[in-house]
T-cell receptor, first 113, second 114 residues
Framework: GDSVTQMEGPVTLSEEACLTINCTYTATGYPSLFWYVQYPGEGLQLLLKATKADDKGSNKGFEATYRKETTSFHLEKGSVQVSDSAVYFCALSKSGGYQKVTFGTGTKLQVIP | EPEVTQTPSHQVTQMGQEVILRCVPISNHLYFYWYRQILGQKVEFLVSFYNNEISEKSEIFDDQFSVERPDGSNFTLKIRSTKLEDSAMYFC????????????FGEGSWLTVV
């Protein structure tokens, strides 16, 4: 079945450091790929998405590129802020009428001043 | 921006009691979902709902669970005879019809079974 594997956390970075959270997927066909973010005490928010190979999703300084050849969708940010502290979930959904989402286990990011 | 709203935000219930979690999906969306996140674990798919019927359900979604769209705006998850292991955050979500459309999640209902 479909699955998403993302790097284990927690990840602790100093403010302004570079961030990479690795994500790889296994799926048949051509899934859409997502990063969701969950801030402390809040729900899931869509951070960015890419729906086909070589697409780059970006939002709030975060980027991720859909790499079909390596089945990856790594999340990157050049300079993190304390406010970026959250849990980040990589996810995929299959094309079709409805969009069942398969999530990775989540990576907790803590940014310290 | 339109959003999915859920009530209650937090509910404590005794084991064996029935619980109904409510959701108002985004108004022009046609697909509705419930997901569950047990504390510290991954978000798990429970069920999807389209055209007034279940389109897919996971193995977690057994006879204890049911979903309903009682009117044109609400979407509910009922848990009969709750168990301790049902304690989790329950997320409602909705999406438009079409390939590659984003699923929008609510802020979740935190259920604690004691």
């Amino acid at each position: 079945g479909d699955s998403v594997t993302q790097m284990e956390g927690p990840v602790t970075l100093s403010e302004e450091a570079c961030l990479t959270i690795n994500c790889t997927y296994t799926a048949t066909g051509y899934p859409s790929l997502f990063w969701y973010v969950q801030y402390p005490g809040e729900g899931l928010q869509l951070l960015l998405k890419a729906t086909k190979a070589d697409d780059k999703g970006s939002n709030k300084g975060f980027e991720a590129t859909y790499r079909k050849e390596t089945t990856s969708f790594h999340l990157e940010k050049g300079s993190v802020q304390v406010s970026d502290s959250a849990v980040y979930f990589c996810a995929l959904s299959k094309s079709g009428g409805y969009q069942k989402v398969t999530f990775g286990t989540g990576t907790k990011l803590q940014v310290i001043p | 921006e339109p959003e999915v709203t859920q009530t209650p935000s937090h509910q404590v219930t005794q084991m064996g009691q029935e619980v109904i979690l409510r959701c108002v999906p985004i108004s022009n969306h046609l697909y509705f979902y419930w997901y569950r996140q047990i504390l510290g674990q991954k978000v798990e798919f429970l069920v999807s709902f389209y055209n007034n019927e279940i389109s897919e359900k996971s193995e977690i979604f057994d006879d204890q669970f049911s979903v309903e769209r009682p009117d044109g705006s609400n979407f509910t998850l009922k848990i009969r005879s709750t168990k301790l292991e049902d304690s989790a955050m329950y997320f409602c979500a909705s999406s438009e019809e079409g390939i590659g459309n984003t699923i929008y999640f609510g802020e979740g209902s935190w259920l604690t079974v004691v």
